[in-house]
Nanobody, 124 residues
Framework: QVELVEAGGGLVQTGGSLRLSCAASGRTFSTYAMGWFRQAPGKEREFVAAIAWNGYSTTNGDSVKGRFTIYRDNAKNTVYLQMNSLKPEDTAVYYC?????????????????WGQGTQVTVSS
């Protein structure tokens, strides 16, 4: 069992930056691929970014390419999402997820564990 706790959300102006973190419990974190997803009100969950177990492979959603960066620190059992050049359309609840596999996936159904989410609001 893995517990995930997100932090770092908040209110920011257009063009600003935020860094989200996701702290994981358990000794198996370093073997799991990790992902970030988001969901805005009235919209479906959207893939944001994912990272392989060793951090060497990452993939981003099309809407955040060039603006968001995912990285991890296995010594701290933490994965991060650096978000730059934020836009109002980035407003959503952001969820961290862990996959019982060491390769990246863009599909939410491939992730077994989910955090409670953290709200990100970008004002225009």
């Amino acid at each position: 069992q893995v517990e995930l706790v997100e932090a770092g959300g908040g209110l920011v102006q257009t063009g600003g930056s935020l860094r989200l973190s996701c702290a994981a419990s358990g000794r198996t974190f370093s073997t799991y691929a990790m992902g970030w997803f988001r969901q805005a009100p009235g919209k479906e969950r959207e893939f944001v970014a994912a990272i392989a177990w060793n951090g060497y492979s990452t993939t981003n959603g099309d809407s955040v390419k060039g603006r968001f960066t995912i990285y991890r620190d296995n010594a701290k059992n933490t994965v991060y999402l650096q978000m730059n050049s934020l836009k109002p359309e980035d407003t959503a609840v952001y969820y961290c997820a862990a996959r019982r596999d060491n390769t990246v996936s863009r599909l939410g159904l491939n992730y077994a564990y989910w955090g409670q989410g953290t709200q990100v609001t970008v004002s225009s």
